[in-house]
T-cell receptor, first 116, second 111 residues
């Protein structure tokens, strides 16, 4: 059973619309990550979030994307003005242990985003 | 830039037929090499972490090994339930946060 719960499991949206993907950890953690996987391609890093701030982001994570932890529990990824190429599986992940440690990431089961 | 290449892209085995998956990597200051299993429509499920050349880890029918340039995932006497995509990822010294993944090896084990 994954240690983070993602909702919704599948989201269909029209091009240009905004979507919010949600991640709920089972226990209280400070370090969260978003990755995505376009069909048939590699899992790609988007952003890491620590103590309510972005720690690192990839070149994919442009102004179209934002992350926040609005209520101290849920962790959200917002995509403004979605494009066809945003269609992908989006995975939330958490990291146990210390920030600089080498403990592995534990992933949720993802949200499949389909932009039409 | 960290890079990970996995081979083969797909592997079909008969139940009980042992084999190995390869993960070649280039990274600046390896902090960890990770193996994950991914079932269709699911997120990656953590299997192993390897930190330094010569290290080995085992779990049931799986054994992961690491050299300075590559890692192998050995599957001994596989069963149909081992069918999945196996992903390799590295964490380089330049980041506390980012994993770089390979495209994976799709393993199918026929009964």
């Amino acid at each position: 059973e994954p240690e983070v719960t993602q909702t919704p499991s599948h989201q269909v949206t029209q091009m240009g619309q905004e979507v919010i993907l949600r991640c709920v950890p089972i226990s209280n953690h400070l370090y969260f990550y978003w990755y995505r996987q376009i069909l048939g391609q590699k899992v790609e890093f988007l952003v890491s979030f620590y103590n309510n701030e972005i720690s690192e982001k990839s070149e994919i994570f442009d102004d179209q994307f934002s992350v926040e932890r609005p209520d101290g529990s849920n962790f959200t990824l917002k995509i403004r003005s979605t494009k066809l190429e945003d269609s992908a599986m989006y995975f939330c992940a958490r990291k146990p242990g210390s920030l600089s440690g080498n403990s592995p990431l534990h992933f949720g089961n993802g949200t499949r985003l389909t932009v039409t | 830039e960290d890079q990970v290449t996995q081979s083969p892209e797909a592997l079909r085995l008969q139940e009980g037929e042992s084999s190995s998956l390869n993960c070649s990597y280039t990274v600046s200051g390896l902090r960890g090499l990770f193996w994950y299993r991914q079932d269709p429509g699911k997120g990656p499920e953590f299997l192993f972490t390897l930190y330094s050349a010569g290290e080995e880890k085992e779990k049931e029918r799986l054994k992961a090994t690491l050299t300075k340039k590559e890692s192998f995932l050995h599957i001994t006497a596989p069963k149909p339930e081992d069918s999945a995509t196996y992903l390799c990822a590295v964490q380089g010294g330049g980041s506390n946060y980012k994993l770089t993944f390979g495209k994976g090896t799709l393993l199918t084990v026929n009964p």
